[in-house]
């Protein structure tokens, strides 16, 4: 028997599971607070469903599972690939969502401000910061086409990140439409926009050569190529440079008031910058999308943005959507790194009993200790030699113990 965890799965020590719930339950409140609720999703979900998600490179990620019993036979017989799994793991839950919405709308508010902190699933290569399973901590927005619906959003999980402790953040703003016309105004063909959008989201890593070099790899016209060249060579543009070159005027403006509004909302606790390189890899957004960085890491630790076209889907009606979420692995991943320990968590203490000890009276014990507010309380036989054991009680973070037969006196730790 193998007793790790699957590649790209993991164990959970108690202590890491303090701060993971810490974490959660932190962002829950704030979710909570400002009027959003909490539904749950199967983790399995229809195959044609994630198949036509637009999840982008997501889609050849996905854990399929196998039919069952004759249909498994059936297909197998068939030699055809595609017909031996009908169902296969999230990969995210903005799809569940989707699916949900659509088949509970009329019982649902609008707009409907949910919550989702649950497990995804993705055959990701396992690698740092790569599993291939983990949580996500998302909040959406269904029903409210306006674009407060992204200003709520922006401040709602930019006060999630303060509450557990992230500051000098900044939140990414761009609209994926501002940037499909700046680059039909290039000179770029509408039906090559998807390709030429994922080369030019790797500018920040391989700069504005290596952007031209890939679209030249991949036997775009010249032309266009060297005038988006040309254009990222002038150094950094904004908002203003980048309208200039786009037929549709409202979308900068709709930009340039999510940036307004949103700043004015932060009172400058976090920056709100448009960063028009910003493209997000699923091919469901539709309109603007979000991430949130921060200086001192590498990556973004939020992200999200706007997808109408989802729910039609499955209703066959636009519905406007828009989501953010919270990258709660990376969170706890960099806290656990920084030795981060749970702000005013309750003291923790060990009431000792012996062998001769009515059990009864000891759990009766542990229970006046706990009504007085203060500790968490663990029952524990005592060993015949207490310093080892006060010493292993210390080292997992307990404050005091006390034995049984002495209660209620208290033996603090220094």
Do not use: H, W
């Not at 590649?7 to 829950?28: C, H, N, S």
């Not at 595609?82 to 989707?98: E, F, I, K, Q, V």
């Amino acid at each position: 028997m193998n007793k790790a965890p699957l590649k790209g799965m993991r164990d959970f020590l108690p202590e890491e599971m303090r701060v993971r719930d810490y974490v959660q339950a932190k962002i829950l409140q704030v979710y909570r607070a400002s009027g959003f609720e909490r539904i749950s999703t199967p983790i399995l979900e229809d195959m044609e469903n994630l198949d036509k998600s637009d999840g982008g490179d997501n889609l050849n990620l996905i854990f399929k599972v196998l039919k069952r019993g004759e249909k498994l036979e059936k297909a197998l017989a068939s030699g055809e690939e595609n017909a031996l799994s009908d169902m296969g793991l999230r990969y995210d839950l903005t799809l569940p969502l989707s699916r949900y919405y659509a088949a509970n709308k009329e019982k649902l508010p609008v707009p409907f401000k949910v919550i989702q902190t649950d497990r995804v699933y993705r055959a990701e290569r396992p690698q740092k910061g790569r599993m291939r399973e983990f949580v996500q901590c998302d909040i959406d927005i269904l029903g409210d086409e306006s674009l407060n619906a992204e200003v709520e959003l922006i401040d709602v999980t930019a006060r999630a990140l303060m509450a557990i402790g992230f500051s000098n953040f900044t939140v990414n703003v761009n609209d994926r439409r501002l940037l499909r016309g700046m680059l039909q105004g290039l000179g770029f063909q509408q039906e090559t926009l998807d390709s030429v959008c994922i080369t030019f989201d790797k500018l920040d890593k391989v700069g504005p050569v290596g952007v031209a070099a890939e679209l030249r790899e991949k036997g775009f016209a010249e032309q266009a190529v060297a005038a988006l060249e040309a254009f990222l060579a002038k150094g950094a543009f904004g908002l203003d440079e980048v309208a200039a070159l786009c037929e549709d005027k409202t979308l900068s403006e709709n930009v340039r008031y999510v940036l307004n509004t949103a700043r004015t909302v932060a009172d400058g606790a976090y920056a709100v910058e448009y960063n028009p390189s910003l493209v997000r890899g699923q091919g469901y957004y539709t309109g603007m999308v979000f991430e949130v960085t921060c200086a001192q890491f590498a990556g973004a630790v939020a992200g999200g943005g706007r997808y109408d076209d989802m729910v039609g889907k499955f209703l066959g009606q636009k519905v406007p959507a828009v989501g953010f979420s919270i990258g709660f692995e990376r969170i706890c991943s960099i806290l656990l790194e920084q030795g981060y320990a749970v702000p005013q968590a309750a003291k923790r203490l060990a009431l000792l009993y012996g062998p001769q000890e009515n059990f009864a009276d000891v759990l009766q014990k542990a229970a006046a200790l706990r009504k007085q507010g203060e500790y968490e309380v663990t029952v524990q036989a005592a060993a015949k030699k207490l310093g080892k054991q006060y010493e292993r009680l210390e080292q997992r973070g307990f404050s005091a113990v006390c034995l049984s037969e002495k209660y209620p006196e208290l033996k603090f730790f220094d």
